[in-house]
């Protein structure tokens, strides 16, 4: 596989909640880094969350902190993202993106991710 792939996009009211998935491209027991980015049409690819599959290390967001939580089935290979309390402004397409480069903390940077999925859309309604 060399495309990680998203599900669990949907279409909720304020203050609900979502749990997207990604089956990775990268072996998700292995060094590497998966990372969730949003983009609302118009707007740059923004990082949400990235999680560092060789100790489990995330990073979130400062406008998801407390709300968003990344975790990872190592039998599935898959990375979720669990999003509680949404707002409005987290609509938008979700996409996963994985590199067996560690992550470099902190922001994600589009360019740090060879591969990419083909995003799940959120829809967030007040």
């Known amino acids: 596989q060399v495309r990680p792939v998203e599900s669990g996009g949907g279409s909720v009211q304020a203050g609900g909640s979502l749990r997207l998935s990604c089956v990775a491209a990268v072996v998700t027991d292995s060094d590497g880094c998966t990372a969730w980015f949003r983009q609302v049409a118009g707007k740059e690819r923004e990082g949400v969350s990235t999680f560092a599959t060789v100790d489990g290390s995330t990073y979130y967001a400062e406008s998801v902190k407390g709300r968003f939580t990344v975790s990872v089935d190592n039998a599935k290979n898959t990375v979720y993202l669990q999003m509680n309390g949404l707002k409005p402004d987290d609509s938008g397409m979700y996409y996963c993106?994985?590199?067996?480069?560690?992550?470099?903390?902190?922001?994600?940077?589009?360019?740090?991710?060879?591969?990419w999925g083909r995003g799940t859309q959120v829809t967030v309604s007040s």
């Open positions: 993106a994985d590199s067996y480069s560690s992550c470099r903390g902190g922001d994600p940077r589009t360019t740090d991710f060879p591969y």
